[in-house]
Every structure is written in C-alpha cells, then in structure tokens.
C-alpha cells in the first residue's frame, strides 16, 4: 500500500522567504500526487496535483510542486511567502490506480509566517 | 462558489451513544466520501460512495459505521455505539465524477469528542 512522509510538522517562515515543504511517497507503478491546504477553521482546499505530463505543477497563488520520480518526492515550494499562506499543507497521493477516492494522506506539515 | 456543508461543526457524546453526521455535498456531484483525522494524525479514508452504495471502504470503516443518502440532498454517517478513540474531525467529500481527474471538495469538518 501506498504512504506519504512529510517530515517536517511544523515549517516558521519570515514573510517574503522562500519556503519548500517535503513529501515523499512510497513507490508505485503510476502515480497521482496532490497538495491540500487548510486555512485555519476551514476543510481541505486542493492546491495543486500531478497526473501526468509536466513534472512541475503551479497552483494560482505562487506555489509549485515538482514531480520527482527517481526520489520519490513531491516537495512544495514557493519562493515568497505572504502571511495568508499560514495553514496546514498536506500532501496525499491516490492509491487506487486512477480512482481518487482513497486518498493516502500525510500528516500535515504547519506553515507559519511571521512578519 | 458552491461547497460542502456539514452539521455540526462540533459534537459531543457519551461512550456508547450513536451519532449521526451530517454532509451536504455539492448539489451536481455525484461520488461522496469521508475522512477522519484524529488530532495529530493523518487523515484518513473511510468510505466513498456512489450510485446509492459504498463503492470502496478501508479497514477503519467496520460494522460499526454506515453511510446513507437518505434523500437528494443529505449524505450522513452514522457511528453505532461510539467508543473514545472515535474522536477525530470527521470530513465530508464530494467530487463530480471519481476519477483522480475531477478535485474532491472538503467540507469545514464535524469535530467528534466522544467523553
């Protein structure tokens, strides 16, 4: 079965620094790989994800992912932060070729901009 | 923009007790899931569901859970006999097709504290 590592649970940034949050997965014949953030009192929001085709994904607001498959990774980065980005970001990759409804989650990474 | 309501926000009950949690998806989806996070952990799959029956559940989702749509609008999950370790923050899903191609919508989460 599939599994997702974020090793870092909790990331303190000063606004305007370049952040990446890592996530590496358990290897797999096809791949499927998202970023989920959670504002504060709020459920998961999809960021951004990887099915296929260009290995660097964006999301709309600055963030990006690069697809990794030789080291298994998916780490996000953005390269100025903003004091809205303070929420949690969890990585998830599907584990059900193609079917997305079982998602493998990893246990959040919680980013913090101080100003 | 349309999203996924769920009632209630928070919810306590005795040991024992069922509960029913509530979900809204979005009116024009058609596959609906649930997850739980227990407080410091991953988020986890439990159930998805479509065409009015579970079409894929994980281990954590025994005899004691069950999904229903009781009608066009609602999607519940009722825990039978609830025990301490089933606190968490349960999320509802929606999605309008199953596919990894098609985003899952997060509702804000019913908190369960189970005393």
């Known amino acids: 079965a599939q599994s997702v590592t974020q090793l870092d649970s909790q990331v303190p940034v000063f606004e305007e620094a370049p952040v990446e949050l890592r996530c590496n997965y358990s290897?797999?014949?096809?791949?499927?790989l998202f970023w989920y953030v959670q504002y504060p009192n709020q459920g998961l929001q999809l960021l951004l994800k990887?099915?296929?085709?260009?290995?660097l994904v964006e999301s709309i607001n600055g963030f990006e992912a690069e697809f990794n498959k030789s080291q298994t990774s998916f780490h996000l980065r953005k390269p100025s932060v903003h004091i809205s980005d303070t929420a949690e970001y969890f990585c998830?990759?599907?584990?059900?070729?193609?079917?997305?409804?079982?998602?493998?989650f990893g246990k959040g990474t919680k980013l913090s901009v101080k100003p | 923009e349309p999203e996924v309501t769920q009632t209630p926000s928070h919810q306590v009950t005795q040991m024992g007790q069922e509960v029913i949690l509530r979900c809204v998806p979005i009116s024009n989806h058609l596959y609906f899931y649930w997850y739980r996070q227990i407080l410091g952990q991953k988020v986890e799959f439990l159930v998805s569901?479509?065409?009015?029956?579970?079409?894929?559940k994980s281990e954590i989702f025994d005899d004691q859970f069950s999904v229903e749509r009781p009608d066009g609008s609602n999607f519940t999950l009722k825990i039978r006999s609830t025990k301490l370790e089933d606190s968490a923050m349960y999320f509802c899903?929606?999605?309008?097709?199953?596919?990894?191609?098609?985003?899952?919508?997060f509702g804000n989460g019913t908190r369960l504290t189970v005393t």
């Open positions: 569901f479509y065409n009015n029956e579970i079409s894929e």
């Open positions: 990887y099915l296929s085709g260009s290995t």
């Open positions: 899903a929606s999605s309008e097709e199953g596919s990894v191609y098609s985003p899952l919508h």
């Open positions: 998830a990759v599907s584990d059900s070729g193609g079917s997305q409804g079982n998602l493998i």
């Open positions: 290897s797999s014949v096809s791949v499927y």
